[in-house]
């Protein structure tokens, strides 16, 4: 099952249009219910872009896991960057 697998599927979306880095790597990928869970509270993608740019500017590391206020992960991906999930999209 590969990363182009689950961007098909909807598995995963493509984060990659909104800029995003943590420690020097994009964070190119969310899980498709987080990001369906996220989109409706935003007006658009420059709000997301922005709201997601501050949770991670709170991001910490616990128990060998970048976590993101509140309650999210951050994950290294096969495609050089992180993605965004919650722990049980793990």
Request: charge should be negative.
């Given at each position: 099952?590969?990363?182009?697998?689950a961007?098909?599927d909807g598995?995963?979306?493509?984060?990659?249009p909104?800029?995003?880095?943590?420690r020097?790597?994009?964070?190119?990928r969310?899980?498709?219910?987080?990001?369906?869970?996220?989109q409706?509270?935003?007006?658009?993608?420059?709000?997301?872009?922005?709201?997601?740019?501050?949770?991670?500017?709170?991001?910490?590391?616990?128990?060998?896991?970048?976590?993101?206020?509140?309650g999210?992960?951050?994950?290294?991906?096969?495609?050089?960057?992180?993605t965004?999930?919650?722990?049980?999209?793990h």
């Open positions: 099952y590969t990363d182009a697998d961007l098909a598995m995963l979306v493509d984060l990659s909104f800029g995003l880095h943590f020097g790597r994009p964070v190119n969310i899980t498709g219910g987080l990001w369906a869970d996220l409706p509270f935003a007006d658009g993608p420059p709000d997301l872009a922005r709201t997601l740019r501050t949770k991670l500017r709170y991001a910490y590391y616990k128990g060998d896991i970048w976590q993101v206020p509140p999210l992960w951050l994950i290294a991906n096969e495609v050089g960057g992180w965004l999930m919650r722990p049980e999209d």
